[in-house]
């Protein structure tokens, strides 16, 4: 594949009058619509400046120098991801998608790589760099059209959906709403008495709200104001309602200088090392697993609302964005910023009338402007960005039942278990390979043939599952 490739097709007459830079055409007249529309994407996707380093620097994580990653460090690692690549999307492809690290995978790298798995940090951003990296020989040799034709459309919907719940959860624990009950109770409702909850409640009622009446940046703006009502809160505590380090207070200084102190500082061999060759290979299976499909949905469903999809079904130069998202993620690992991928929400700037790459251009510079501002980002509670997870998680489930027939027990459970074993586990991993195992068990109950790329990864998935077993029983 030639990285330039032919110019992606725009709606343009012949008469327009057009800028052109490589794979980039605008007609003129359209340039104002683009830069609302880049302006309008950026802030309905600006809550991952502040969610990204929360999810990533979340206290607790034992790993690198003992603790979660550096707040100011992510924030710039996240800004730069999303301006590089949001930019090279968009001149490339010449599409109006915005790329920033994923949330989803995110939690995986935290809470499963990190937390569960006990990966250091280098070594969980080593796991997705290769998983990055595998994505992008798959576009490259054209295997990922095998792959995706392999796994039912059941199960990739379910995959989605999964990661949905996923957020849903992680955003209902940081806000306090749930926490781990008494012995012989896994959950229970947590105590909602606080200040930090009582935030989070002010901020999910006005998100919501806005949400529902159709404010574009509802999301933004909640955290916004959640943050302000907690600072407010916690200076009348006398700086006693949030006792983390800078969180609610007015910072000393608004402006500093980048912290590019965790580029470069991912450990693809680490991952093994840590885990062994099997699990190492599983881990990064169900990561690119996640990120494939995930994307593959966004491209489509965003791609036919701006007309980039034939009625028949065909994205004319897939490969292009395909592409740059696979690239997104590795580069995501390269600066410990997490998988970076393309956004759903770009679908904000499409419906103001963006079609081009302009709105990614537009998106990048504008991630690139909030990159001095990280003391103040900083003092935004998990509390103020609870709610933004909530809503996400609601957004990815919105697809539940589509594609799915329950009725039929050969799709539907495994589909159910895959949902269902993401957040009841607390892995991605768990829930994918419990669906796969499922369907291939019920295919071949059912006297049917397994597809031979799913049948493989059920076998993998089975070692998976047995490892501890057979560690204990034959000592491997």
Known sequence: MELAGPRAEAPLSAESEV?????????????????????????????????????????????????????????????????????????????????APGMGLNAVVAYQLVATLGLSWPAAMGAIFLEGAVITLLVITGVREAVFQAVPLALKRAIGVGIGWFILFIGLYQAGFVKPGPAGVPLTLGDLTGTPVFVAVVGLALTTFLFVRGVRAALLLGILAATAVATLLNYASGLTAFTTPGVAVLPRSIISGPD???????????????????????????????DFFDTVGTLLGVGEQAGYVSKDGEFHRVDQPLLIDSLAAAVGGIFSASSATTYIESA?????????????????????????????VGMVPKEATAPALIIVGYLMMTTLGEGIDFSDVEVGLPALLTMAGMPLTYSITNGIGVGFVTYSFLRLARGKSVNWIMGLMTAAFLIYFLQAFLHARFGL
Do not use: H
């Open 19 to 99: 800028i052109r830079f490589w794979n980039l055409e605008v007609p003129r007249k359209q340039v104002a619509t683009e830069i609302l529309a880049g302006v309008t994407t950026f802030l309905v996707m600006a809550y991952i400046i502040f969610v990204n380093p929360s999810i990533l620097g979340f206290v607790g994580v034992q790993g690198l120098e003992g603790k979660g990653l550096p707040f100011a460090a992510v924030m710039t690692s996240t800004c730069l991801v999303a301006a590089l690549m949001t930019i090279l999307m968009g001149l490339y492809s010449n599409k109006a998608f915005a790329l």
């Open 260 to 290: 590019l102190s965790l580029i470069g500082r991912f450990d693809p061999l680490g991952v093994f090392l840590k885990l062994g060759p099997v699990s190492a290979i599983l881990v990064i299976l169900s990561l690119l697993l996640s």
């Open 348 to 376: 904000a700037g499409i419906s103001v009338g963006g079609r081009t790459g302009l709105v990614g251009v537009v998106v990048g510079i504008l991630f690139l402007l909030a990159l001095p501002f990280s003391p103040l």
